[in-house]
């Protein structure tokens, strides 16, 4: 029988300690009150239980979620993990403990508000995932292509295969400035590492040249008088724009 503690868990952010946060739940037969990432500790007045990152242990429930659950179960986790979901890390822990109850079933669960928030959560990133995959704009910078992006979940997982097998002969990174982090790319090895920020050379003359002809072929192509605002708004929600290339003249508020 596990009880609802006041205990708040501290773990070290990863998905790999988020799964030792769980691990620590059913050992101890507790529900923590709240977890929360080291970075993001906040003043309380309930006592802190520090999660220590033990691979051992996070791999056993690693093994354990596919295995009890299905394969779909582990995915869905892993997807939920890297949303912007306000309190991910305690829905995450009370749905794994809904599917070692009720097995694959907990899939289609989606009555119970745990499994119906993280479903849409999940569905929230793929869709903004999805959305970003026709919305970055590369730059050539010193060889390289370069874009940057602001998201609000974690996408860049998610962007990965994508990227990686349309430019598979080029050298890129695609710095997230929400998150901190980067995927850099050369011929056949990727890999996302925290980049507190950037600093980057001036646009040459042809970079120059093609953003200007982008720009130009943008406002050609449109049919002034079909012009609709609240259309294009649907389409490519304004907090992308931002980072357009096409858009870059023109004085977003």
């Given at each position: 029988?596990?009880?609802?503690?006041?205990?708040?868990?501290?773990?070290?952010?990863?998905?790999?300690?988020?799964?030792c946060?769980?691990?620590?739940?059913?050992?101890?037969?507790?529900?923590?009150?709240?977890?929360?990432?080291?970075?993001?500790?906040?003043?309380?007045?309930?006592?802190?239980?520090?999660?220590?990152?033990?691979?051992?242990?996070?791999?056993?429930?690693?093994?354990?979620?596919?295995?009890?659950?299905?394969?779909?179960?582990?995915?869905f986790?892993?997807?939920?993990?890297?949303?912007?979901?306000?309190?991910?890390?305690?829905?995450?822990v009370?749905?794994?403990?809904?599917?070692?109850?009720?097995?694959?079933?907990?899939?289609?669960?989606?009555?119970?508000?745990?499994?119906?928030?993280?479903y849409?959560?999940?569905?929230?990133?793929?869709?903004e995932?999805?959305?970003?995959?026709?919305?970055?704009?590369?730059?050539?910078?010193?060889?390289?292509?370069?874009?940057?992006?602001?998201?609000?979940?974690f996408?860049?997982?998610?962007?990965?295969?994508?990227?990686?097998?349309?430019?598979?002969?080029?050298?890129?990174?695609?710095?997230?400035?929400?998150?901190?982090?980067?995927?850099?790319?050369?011929?056949?090895?990727?890999?996302?590492?925290?980049?507190?920020?950037?600093?980057?050379?001036?646009?040459?003359?042809?970079?120059?040249?093609?953003?200007?002809?982008?720009?130009?072929?943008?406002?050609?192509?449109?049919?002034?008088?079909?012009?609709?605002?609240k259309?294009?708004?649907?389409?490519?929600?304004?907090?992308?724009?931002?980072?357009?290339?096409?858009?870059?003249?023109?004085?977003?508020?």
């Amino acid at each position: 029988m596990f009880n609802r503690s006041n205990l708040i868990y501290h773990y070290d952010g990863s998905f790999e300690g988020l799964l030792c946060c769980v691990f620590e739940s059913y050992d101890k037969k507790e529900i923590p009150n709240e977890i929360f990432p080291i970075y993001e500790s906040q003043l309380t007045l309930f006592p802190v239980k520090e999660i220590i990152t033990d691979s051992e242990k996070a791999n056993r429930v690693l093994v354990s979620i596919p295995k009890k659950m299905g394969a779909s179960a582990l995915e869905f986790v892993q997807l939920s993990f890297l949303t912007c979901l306000p309190k991910k890390e305690l829905y995450i822990v009370l749905f794994l403990r809904m599917g070692y109850s009720h097995g694959p079933a907990v899939m289609d669960m989606l009555s119970d508000d745990v499994v119906n928030i993280l479903y849409k959560a999940v569905k929230h990133l793929n869709n903004e995932s999805h959305l970003l995959k026709g919305f970055i704009r590369f730059s050539i910078i010193n060889n390289a292509l370069f874009a940057e992006i602001e998201p609000k979940n974690f996408v860049l997982p998610l962007l990965t295969k994508h990227f990686c097998e349309r430019y598979p002969e080029e050298h890129f990174l695609i710095y997230d400035k929400a998150h901190s982090m980067a995927l850099m790319y050369k011929p056949y090895k990727s890999s996302i590492i925290p980049i507190d920020s950037i600093e980057l050379s001036e646009l040459d003359d042809d970079e120059k040249q093609f953003q200007d002809l982008w720009k130009l072929y943008y406002d050609t192509v449109e049919i002034k008088a079909r012009h609709n605002e609240k259309c294009r708004r649907s389409h490519m929600p304004k907090r992308y724009w931002k980072y357009l290339t096409e858009f870059k003249a023109y004085s977003i508020k």
